[in-house]
DNA sequence: CCAATGACGACTT
DNA sequence: GAAGTCGCCATTG
């Protein structure tokens, strides 16, 4: 398989700060590259490899955290996000819009 | 080879 | 603004 668009993905993923979050349509818009749908392909793969990525701070663009379910346990991928300072309630980030972070900020903008 | 299936998102009603 | 529809693209049946 080619890996270059997975470490595409997690050279993203690594850079996001702690406490924020963003969205696999960001990430995929930020690469030019791929889905949304891939972005969260890529991100399941690294999981299974236990590869050290911040997978929890990628949620989709309503700030749901519908990836909770590939984590070791359902409830994994919210206790990530509360112990580094985000508030979750429901499956869903607290004040998303203002925790939201787009790679293009990695850059410097 | 064709159909269904997702850690999704933009667009239309 | 919530709900439904369609596009997306690798993987799986």
Redesign the pocket.
Same mark, same amino acid.
């Given at each position: &398989?080619n890996t270059t668009y997975f470490e595409a993905v997690y050279d993203v993923v690594r850079v996001i700060p702690k406490g924020r979050v963003t !969205?696999? =349509?960001?990430i995929a818009d930020f690469l030019a590259l =791929?889905? #949304?749908? &891939?972005v969260?392909?890529a991100?399941?793969q !690294?999981?299974d490899e236990a590869l050290p990525i911040p #997978? /929890?701070r990628?949620v989709?663009?309503?700030g749901e955290l519908? =990836?909770r379910l /590939?984590f070791s346990t359902p409830t994994r991928m919210a206790e990530l996000l509360i112990a580094e300072g985000s508030m979750v309630e429901d499956n869903r980030v607290v004040e998303f819009k203002t925790r939201y972070w787009h790679p293009r900020e990695m850059l410097g903008i």
């Open positions: &398989m !969205s696999y =349509g960001a =791929g889905s #949304a749908r &891939m969260g392909w991100l399941r !690294s999981l #997978a /929890h990628v989709n663009r309503q519908t =990836g /590939h």
